[in-house]
């Protein structure tokens, strides 16, 4: 029996040589084999009729195709995902809800949980608290009055205004190593000398006795000093003015220094002229009296009493008149400029040129527009070579409003 059977097998297997099987089959039965053996059947009768390799080459790249495009969802999946803002819950939300633990992501910056806000902070802001005394600053190399003052949060003339014995209301007196007052808040720090009502000093600042008196950081009893017009502070006490003003003291060349009235300047120093009469008569513009066209130092600032501009240049480099005039001042000046010329254009200008290394002229002397007049130096209160450059006409007005762009 075991025979006959094994018999009608080989006889519906299929045949490696022919590549068909006998019709011989027991429909009783509906086995994996049976199946198996319909499909080869199946398969070698499209190998005979010769389309076996093309269906090959056709199954291959249609399995090709769909396995890429499977690739392409879960990847776009997986992103979609990655960027979604609640994707961090996704596990909270796919599963039984998790009290005593939360899982965040850590790439998010926000995680939104339930229940719970917060914002990711990069830095820590540790909260500014105001000053209530004056802090000491030694000046740096580089360091500049508003440089200084924007470190601080405060004005520059307010750096100027705390430090007048050091720096004398003059921004080029500002010197590495130097020990300033930096204010704990915008105004004027002086020394109360008496003479006069407390009310009548404090009001010259433009501020009330009041303001003075009660302000912390001055440290002062007010139930001791009796009456606040008439306050009884000891004499040579300093002061902080808080939210006081003052005017600068006058470190620069004077106003109206003209060919007829050149003695005004005697007090520079020994560079005054006398008079002149007659000579050049300036064209009522300007160029610009340095090669270069750019700053290197100060800006015009009525902040911080700067009132001209120090053009760059090299030691030794030519300084040129500004418009054609008379010099009227040729010499050392004894406030900080060092070598200085000035021009009287005879049409109400002049013009001034200081710091400089060398003189190309001298008193009474008329000049032509573009005449060199000097060199480009470092004399006087000057942090390094550059020519500083001022333009009056009854004041001190700012050379960039007359010359040419740069």
């Not at 994996?32 to 499209?46: G, Y």
Request: hydrophobic share 35%; proline share 6%; net charge negative.
């Amino acid at each position: 029996m075991m025979t006959d059977m094994q018999k009608d097998f080989n006889e519906d297997a299929p045949n490696p040589v022919e590549g068909r099987g006998k019709k011989g089959q027991d429909s009783s039965i509906d086995s994996p084999l049976k199946q198996r053996s319909f499909l080869s059947r199946w398969m070698n009768s499209l190998v005979d009729i010769g389309l076996g390799e093309p269906l090959l080459r056709i199954g291959t790249n249609l399995f090709s195709i769909i396995a890429i495009g499977i690739v392409i969802v879960l990847v776009q999946v997986f992103f979609r995902q990655l960027n979604s803002p609640l994707s961090e819950n996704s596990v909270q939300a796919s599963g039984p809800a998790v009290s005593a633990a939360i899982v965040s992501t850590p790439a998010l910056d926000n995680p939104v949980i339930e229940g719970i806000t917060r914002s990711a902070q990069i830095h820590t802001n540790i909260p500014s608290r105001p000053r209530n005394e004056i802090t000491k600053y030694t000046v740096q190399e580089g360091d500049t009055v508003f440089g200084i003052a924007e470190k601080y949060g405060l004005e520059p003339q307010t750096i100027l205004w705390g430090n007048y014995e050091i720096l004398l209301d003059d921004p080029h007196s500002l010197r590495p190593g130097q020990e300033l007052n930096i204010l704990p808040v915008n105004g004027v720090y002086w020394q109360w000398l008496g003479g006069l009502s407390f009310g009548s000093w404090a009001e010259f600042y433009g501020v009330t006795a009041a303001d003075i008196i009660e302000y912390p950081a001055n440290n002062i009893d007010a139930k001791s000093i009796g009456d606040y017009e008439n306050a009884n502070i000891p004499v040579e006490t300093w002061l902080i003015i808080p939210n006081g003003k003052r005017e600068f003291v006058s470190w620069s060349a004077p106003l109206g220094v003209t060919r007829e009235n050149p003695a005004s300047a005697r007090v520079l120093g020994a560079g005054a002229c006398d008079p002149v009469s007659g000579g050049a008569v300036g064209y009522g513009y300007y160029v610009y009296p340095t090669n270069k066209h750019y700053l290197s130092g100060f800006d015009y600032s009525t902040k911080t009493n700067h009132l001209g501009i120090d053009l760059a240049g090299n030691e030794g480099e030519g300084v040129y008149a500004a418009d054609a005039g008379v010099v009227v001042y040729s010499g050392w000046n004894d406030y900080g400029y060092g070598n200085m010329v000035m021009i009287d254009h005879g049409n109400g200008f002049q013009s001034l040129y200081a710091h400089l290394s060398a003189f190309n002229v001298g008193c009474g002397q008329s000049v032509g527009q573009g005449e060199v007049i000097g060199a480009v130096g470092s004399t006087g209160r000057s942090s390094g070579p550059h020519l500083h450059f001022e333009l009056m006409a009854g004041m001190k007005v700012n050379p960039w409003d007359y010359l040419p762009p740069p």
